[in-house]
């Protein structure tokens, strides 16, 4: 029985990594060791951690055979790597602990590790109890918000702003000059 191989799709800029991203039955994967690596965590606990129970099914882990990128890997033949669904990366990396990544020594990657969990937690509290939620920048804010041709979704995008840039975009007349 020949095992599954994994076929190239493109190269993301994921957080400062580039990330081969690959397809396999029609579903993007990314590899999880570049990101574990990253993190200064250590190999083997973290695929037993990414595989065990739940976890499993919660990141969509599979062992791919890599794709052959030249001839000269098909020499020494493709070997298994743990993948991830690409759309989980950001629930992995939201269930890392940053004390360990820090006790490890990497500060910098922990504190912004921290800055992503904190955006994500108010991104997926805003999704829970209102229904939509934001990236933030304020200058494309309020192009988007120009956009926006549903009213209700534009006032929620318009209070969303005023609060987090200390703004008082008029909400609620639904005039021209108003939200």
């Known amino acids: 029985m020949t095992e599954p191989t994994a076929k190239f799709k493109t190269i ?7 990330l081969t991203v690959i397809t396999y039955e029609n579903t993007d994967y990314i590899p999880l060791k570049p990101i574990v690596e990253m993190l200064g965590l250590q190999w083997k606990s973290a695929r037993e951690a990414a595989i065990s129970g739940d976890n499993r099914e919660l ?3 599979c062992e791919l055979k890599e794709p ?4 000269f ?9 743990m993948f991830i669904l690409l759309e989980s990366c950001e629930m992995y990396l939201a269930r890392v602990n940053t004390t360990r990544v820090r006790a490890n020594g990497n500060e910098t990657v922990a504190d912004n590790l921290l800055a992503l969990q904190k955006e994500w937690r108010k991104a997926l509290h805003d999704y ?12 494309s804010d309020l192009v988007k918000l120009d956009k926006i041709k549903d009213p209700h979704i534009r006032a929620e995008y318009a209070r969303d702003i005023n609060e987090r840039y200390g703004m008082n975009i008029p909400i609620g007349r639904q005039t021209v000059m108003d939200v």
Do not use: P, Q, R, W
């Open 12 to 18: 993301i800029e994921f957080h400062g990594m580039l």
């Open 59 to 61: 990141y969509g882990c």
């Open 68 to 71: 052959v990128f030249n001839s």
């Open 73 to 81: 890997d098909t020499l020494k033949g493709a070997k298994n790597t």
């Open 128 to 139: 829970e109890t209102k229904g939509i939620a934001f990236k933030a920048s304020k200058g």
